[in-house]
Nanobody, 126 residues
Framework: QLQLVESGGGSVQAGGSLLLSCAVSGHPAGTYCMGWFRQAPGKGREGVAAIDANGAADYVDSVKDRFTISKDNAKHTLYLQMSRLKPEDSGMYIC????????????????????WGEGTQVTVSS
């Protein structure tokens, strides 16, 4: 089992930056990969970034070159560095983990995750 706790959300003006963190604790039953999702009010949950067990990252087109997903295994923490933020980036950002094998891509996030955090709110004003 894994427990995930996000932090770092807040309000920022368009063009600004935020660093989200996801603290990971517990004892996984195997190798796991991770991802960041976001959910805007009235919209479905969207996977925006994924990272495999070796640290290889993948992104949805709308955040490429603006967001960076990374992890620090020693600190048991997943990060999402967001820059050049836009109002449409606003929403609840949620980290999640899934048992995996080999490569892991943002398209894999649709197949269900095994563990979820509660989320941290990001609001970008124009």
């Amino acid at each position: 089992q894994l427990q995930l706790v996000e932090s770092g959300g807040g309000s920022v003006q368009a063009g600004g930056s935020l660093l989200l963190s996801c603290a990971v604790s517990g004892h996984p039953a195997g190798t796991y990969c991770m991802g960041w999702f976001r959910q805007a009010p009235g919209k479905g949950r969207e996977g925006v970034a994924a990272i495999d067990a070796n640290g290889a990252a993948d992104y949805v087109d709308s955040v490429k070159d603006r967001f960076t997903i990374s992890k620090d295994n020693a600190k048991h923490t997943l990060y999402l560095q967001m820059s050049r933020l836009k109002p449409e980036d606003s929403g609840m950002y949620i980290c999640a983990a899934a048992y995996c094998h080999g490569g892991y891509f943002v398209s894999d996030l649709r197949y269900g995750m095994d563990f979820w955090g509660e989320g941290t709110q990001v609001t970008v004003s124009s």
